[in-house]
Nanobody, 120 residues
């Protein structure tokens, strides 16, 4: 079992910066078998969409809407994944959810989400 806790959300102005963190915890076996981690977001009234993913070996992928403005990174020693933006836009507003996938299991483990609000 894996538990994920996001932090770092808040209210920022357009063009501002934010760094989200997601820390994984659980059994040693579960933590050590996490491969992919990443972020989804869901704006009010919109479908959930992928933002970015990163593997344990730091291979990254970005959604078209995120590439160029967001950076995903990972600290395996801390079992933590990050999402950074230095140029937030109002359309980035939404709840950001962290997820993790364990080797041998296709299910996604989800955090509870953190609210990001970008004002114009």
């Amino acid at each position: 079992q894996v538990q994920l806790v996001e932090s770092g959300g808040g209210l920022v102005q357009a063009g501002g910066s934010l760094r989200l963190s997601c820390a994984a915890s659980g059994s040693i076996l579960s933590i050590n078998t996490i491969n992919t981690m990443g972020w989804y977001r869901q704006a009010p009234g919109k479908q959930r969409e992928l933002v970015a993913t990163i593997t344990r070996g730091s291979n990254v992928n970005y959604a078209d809407s995120a590439e160029g403005r967001f950076t995903i990174s990972r600290d395996n020693a801390k079992n933590t994944v990050y999402l950074q933006s230095n140029s937030l836009k109002p359309e980035d507003t939404g709840v950001y959810y962290c997820y993790a996938e364990v080797l041998g299991d296709l299910r996604k483990y989800w955090g509870q989400g953190t609210q990001v609000t970008v004002s114009s």
